[in-house]
T-cell receptor
Framework: AQRVTQPEKLLSVFKGAPVELKCNYS??????LFWYVQYSRQRLQLLLR??SRESIKGFTADLNKGETSFHLKKPFAQEEDSAMYYC???????????FGTGTRLQVFP | GAGVSQSPSNKVTEKGKDVELRCDPI?????LYWYRQSLGQGLEFLIY????????KSGLPSDRFSAERTGGSVSTLTIQRTQQEDSAVYLC?????????????FGPGTRLTVL
């Protein structure tokens, strides 16, 4: 079965602390993995995707096929990073996204 | 340019009534998706339109739900005989590049409340 698991509903850190939002997936095949973010009163938007291997707003995510994980990391959290983060996957033959339940990141000053 | 738009932004209805939710995708985007965001369930895929291909309806929760896309642009999601468990935010998204890796652009959503 296709599934995305985000074990933490809420992650609270202080400004400047490292952040890791966990994401594990279950998929038979080679999925495409994404992180989407929803800031307060804004639309859901793409943060990064594993095929791009890029760093966006200081965030990076590495696909670990052995551990079926795609954790999102940032070495120094900022207050403006406070948002809801969703991990998602799609398959090679379909673009529909399977989302995790999301993790709310709170960064305190 | 304009992003994905959805209407209405809020809809309150009584149990048993039918509702129609509208989505205007970004011009030129060939793929259109509907998702549902509800408390405790996260974001669930509902239906996916890609060009002239038959839609992927695998996420529709019951036969009370249907959607159409006219002229390859505007889409309408219809929920018949609404139930309280249909209360959720319904999100529409569109993308330009099919077959994986394409960024999906989301609308602001329609918040549906079934009393």
């Amino acid at each position: 079965a296709q599934r995305v698991t985000q074990p933490e509903k809420l992650l609270s850190v202080f400004k400047g602390a490292p952040v890791e939002l966990k994401c594990n997936y279950s998929y038979s095949g080679s999925p495409e993995l994404f992180w989407y973010v929803q800031y307060s009163r804004q639309r859901l938007q793409l943060l990064l995707r594993h095929i791009s291997r890029e760093s966006i707003k200081g965030f990076t995510a590495d696909l670990n096929k052995g551990e079926t994980s795609f954790h999102l990391k940032k070495p120094f959290a900022q207050e403006e990073d406070s948002a809801m983060y969703y991990c998602a996957l799609s398959g090679l033959n379909t673009d529909k996204l399977i989302f995790g339940t999301g993790t709310r990141l709170q960064v305190f000053p | 340019g304009a992003g994905v738009s959805q209407s209405p932004s809020n809809k309150v209805t009584e149990k048993g009534k039918d509702v129609e939710l509208r989505c205007d995708p970004i011009s030129g985007h060939t793929a259109l998706y509907w998702y549902r965001q509800s408390l405790g369930q996260g974001l669930e895929f509902l239906i996916y339109f890609q060009g002239n291909s038959a839609p992927d309806k695998s996420g529709l929760p019951s036969d009370r739900f249907s959607a159409e896309r006219t002229g390859g642009s505007v889409s309408t999601l219809t929920i018949q005989r609404t139930q309280q468990e249909d209360s959720a935010v319904y999100l529409c998204a569109s993308s330009l590049i099919p077959r994986g890796g394409g960024e999906q652009f989301f609308g602001p959503g329609t918040r549906l409340t079934v009393l």
